[in-house]
């Protein structure tokens, strides 16, 4: 199999969430969290010399427990996040008109998705950076606990989002 024999779907966004995660559990003990991102290009207009901005609004899944408990403790509105995940289109129905639906999501399973939370201290203009992955959160409960109590501690500061 040759190197252009393959395919690859990541997807890489940094952004903001445009509101707070939402958590769901189903039926058999599993959860589900999304978040909704939010990123924005800038560009001058050639004629009015104007700044132009364009937001894109981007849905996030993410099926990984650990990292939906880590997202409930740290992660708000606001919160500037740096995630890696694969596109998904499903098929949905809508309730009010019956009509079948599709939308596209960045969906983050186990072992197969990162999350980094990106807001900076400010406390000492220090930044404050936490990469949250199954793996990560593995290591940090069999070798020092405290890392993540830590982490809590200095992502107490208020967003001024």
Same mark, same amino acid.
Request: charge should be negative.
């Given at each position: 199999m040759g190197l252009f024999d393959r395919s690859l779907n990541k997807v890489i966004l940094i952004g903001n969430l445009g509101k707070d995660p939402e958590v769901r %559990?189903?039926?058999?003990?599993?959860? #589900?969290?999304? !978040?909704? *991102? @939010?990123?924005?290009?800038?560009?001058? &207009? +050639?004629?009015?010399?104007?700044?132009r901005q =364009?937001?894109?609004?981007?849905? *996030? #899944?993410v099926y990984n427990e650990k990292l939906i408990e880590l997202i409930e403790k740290y992660i708000h509105k606001g919160s500037k996040i740096h995630v890696e995940g694969q596109l998904e289109t499903r098929k949905y129905t809508d309730e009010a008109s019956g009509v079948d639906k599709y939308t596209t999501?960045?969906? $983050?399973?186990?072992?197969?998705?990162? $999350?980094?939370? !990106?807001?900076?201290?400010?406390?000492?203009? /220090?930044n404050s950076q936490e990469t949250i992955t199954e793996d990560k959160e593995?290591? &940090? /409960? +069999? %070798?020092? =606990?405290? %890392?993540?109590?830590? !982490? @809590?501690?200095? !992502?107490d500061d208020d967003i001024p989002f």
């Open positions: %559990s189903f039926q058999n003990g599993g959860r #589900v969290c999304n !978040l909704t *991102i @939010a990123t924005s290009e800038s560009w001058k &207009d +050639k004629e009015s010399s104007e700044i =364009k937001t894109e609004w981007h849905r *996030i #899944v999501e960045v969906v $983050l399973k186990p072992f197969r998705g990162d $999350l980094t939370i !990106l807001d900076s201290k400010s406390e000492n203009n /220090q593995i290591k &940090d /409960q +069999k %070798s020092n =606990k405290s %890392s993540v109590d830590e !982490l @809590a501690t200095e !992502l």
